[in-house]
């Protein structure tokens, strides 16, 4: 059973600060990998999706990363602003046939001022 | 706008009072979903639907029946609420485009369950 993981489960930084968020899954049998984020009263915004044969993402100042055969991925945040508060929750799809997504349990972000 | 939405927002019920959760996209997607999300548990998927009354159970679909009678609309249905249903429930649906499915998330449901 594929399993997802997000250490740590909050995180706290000064503004400005380069951050990197981890991801790890059991299974690299994967399709694809999204990062998506999650705030307050919001529903969840995709951010990045890397398919299972690319190695990297980019977006603005968000880089994400794919290592299928390690099962790890990165979410890489630079010159973070107190805006990018929020919970940054990874979710990888195991097939094409359908949409399912398997979700770790999301890293909560504060960037203080 | 390309929008999933969520009625209600927030609800407090009692234990087995019947309760519906309305979800609704304007979007012409086929694909639905209805997901929990429980702290220390993460999202988990309840139900899907690929298309007008094809739906199938996710992971934990106990205590909850859906139905798909029309493309736009997924309710989610608690038949006799229990406690352990205290959740925040999202909707989501989905488009396969360039070998991706796409997501949108309604902005989810809280519920209490007394």
């Known amino acids: 059973k594929q399993e997802v993981t997000q250490i740590p489960a909050a995180l706290s930084v000064p503004e400005g600060e380069n951050l990197v968020l981890n991801c790890s899954f059991t299974d690299s049998a994967i399709y694809n990998l999204q990062w998506f984020r999650q705030d307050p009263g919001k529903g969840l915004t995709s951010l990045l999706l890397?398919?299972?044969?690319?190695r990297e993402q980019t977006s603005g100042r968000l880089n994400a990363s794919l290592d299928k055969s390690s099962g790890r991925s990165t979410l890489y945040i630079a010159a973070s602003q107190p805006g990018d508060s929020a919970t940054y929750l990874c979710?990888?799809?195991?097939?094409?046939?359908?949409?399912?997504?398997?979700f770790g349990k999301g890293i909560t972000l504060s960037v203080r001022p | 706008e390309a929008q999933v939405t969520q009625n209600p927002r927030y609800l407090i019920t009692v234990t087995g009072k019947k309760l519906t959760v309305t979800c609704s996209q304007n979007m012409n997607h086929e694909y639905m979903s209805w997901y929990r999300q429980d702290p220390g548990l993460g999202l988990r998927q309840i139900y899907y639907?690929?298309?007008?009354?094809?739906?199938d159970k996710g992971d934990v679909p106990e205590g909850y029946k859906v139905s798909r009678k029309e493309k736009r609309n997924f309710p989610l249905i608690l038949e006799s609420p229990s406690p352990n249903q205290t959740s925040l429930y999202f909707c989501?649906?989905?488009?396969?485009?360039?070998?991706?499915?796409?997501?949108?998330f309604g902005p989810g449901t809280r519920l209490l369950v007394l």
């Open positions: 979710a990888v799809s195991l097939t094409g046939a359908n949409s399912k997504l398997t």
């Open positions: 989501a649906s989905s488009l396969w485009l360039a070998g991706v499915w796409t997501q949108y």
């Open positions: 639907s690929m298309n007008v009354e094809v739906t």
């Open positions: 890397i398919q299972s044969s690319q």
